[in-house]
């Protein structure tokens, strides 16, 4: 008997559907669980304020959060905009290189976003930190979750393999070739970033910081296969 359920999610690779497996725990973990972890004042915290990603001067800050952070999501619709992204993408950069590898890029670049946002938050705000203990209330309210550095990451992996591969846009009918989607993206996280908008909330520079740590973990392997004589 055809069973479309299965047949669908036997196709799915098995990191990029643990991944989304994980993630989605996550956050009905985040939704239903009480608060009943403590920060650094005695009080009660979710979830997402706990394995979120702090600025590293802050109170509140922990190491594990820069990989704990990329498993955490605002709402549904942040969940599954980026869970989407895995699933298209993801998969058939985990049906390229294999399991193992994709895992590790994965798991790079997540940490490479979080590592580029402690950067951007320090340059920006580090100067007026000086006196810590008066403004740990101030650093602990900077925080960033979301498994978006990765899937940047990921969207700048297909595009290096699949540099011609013909992308759509919402509403605009015409394809655009991967390579140059990315140029695009690249471009308005970058001005959206340098922009700053006190009304915009997305970190940025974590974003580029995927492609960025994603970009020279590829151009690694790329060097390492050719000396190996793999090809990429």
Known sequence: ????????????????????????????????LPAILKNS???????????????????????????????????????????????????????????????????????GAAIVQQITWFLAFGASFAEIAALGDLLNGMITIGASGAVFGILLAFAMLY???????????VPIKAKYMMIVYGIIEL???????????????????GMLFGFFLIRFWKQKDNRNGRVF
């Open 191 to 209: 001005t959206s970033g340098v922009y700053n908008s006190a009304s915009d909330n997305v970190a940025h520079f974590a974003h580029l910081g």
């Open 163 to 173: 540099p011609n591969a013909p992308l759509f846009l919402m509403f605009i009918p």
């Open 41 to 111: 004042m005695g009080e009660s915290v979710s979830l997402n304020y706990w394995l979120g990603l702090h600025y590293f001067q802050a109170p509140d800050f922990r190491p594990h959060q820069l990989v704990t952070y990329m498993f955490m999501h605002a709402g549904f619709m942040h969940l599954f905009f980026n869970m989407f992204a895995v699933y298209m993408f993801g998969r058939i950069v985990e049906v390229t290189w294999g399991p193992k590898r994709f895992l590790i890029f994965y798991t790079v670049t997540g940490i």
């Open 1 to 32: 008997m055809f069973n479309a359920k299965r047949d669908f999610l036997e196709g799915i690779p098995p990191v990029t559907k643990n991944l989304i497996i994980i993630n989605l725990l996550f956050w009905l973990a985040s939704i239903t």
